[in-house]
């Protein structure tokens, strides 16, 4: 059993950076590949970012590669997203997802957080 709890969230000018934590719990947590998803109003969830238990494997959405960073470290059990040059279309609560199968996929995602909201304003 996996808990995640994300947090970071903020209200942001376009241009501006945040860096969102998601802080697991439970003694396993460094065999899991970790992902970003995102949710904005009236949207589908999508895929932001994703990285494998060691950390040797990232891999980003088109809309958000070259200016968001995925990063963890097992020691402190948390994965980090550094997000730079936001844009008011980055607006969404923003999830944190713990898997076994390295993946750009929700639906293969096991254990899920609470969501933080990021609102970038223009």
């Known amino acids: 059993q996996v808990q995640l709890v994300e947090s970071g969230g903020g209200l942001v000018q376009a241009g501006d950076s945040l860096r969102l934590s998601c802080a697991a719990s439970?003694?396993?947590?460094?065999?899991?590949?970790v992902g970003w998803f995102r949710q904005a109003p009236g949207k589908d969830r999508e895929f932001v970012a994703s990285?494998?238990?060691?950390?040797?494997?990232?891999s980003y959405a088109d809309s958000v590669k070259g200016r968001f960073t995925i990063s963890r470290d097992n020691a402190k059990n948390t994965v980090y997203l550094q997000m730079n040059s936001l844009k008011p279309e980055d607006t969404a609560v923003y999830y944190c997802?713990?898997?076994?199968?390295?993946?750009?996929?929700?639906?293969?995602?096991?254990?899920w957080g609470q969501g933080t909201q990021v609102t970038v304003s223009s």
């Open positions: 439970g003694r396993t947590f460094s065999s899991y590949d």
């Open positions: 990285i494998s238990w060691s950390g040797v494997s990232t």
């Open positions: 997802a713990a898997t076994q199968r390295f993946s750009a996929y929700a639906r293969t995602y096991d254990y």
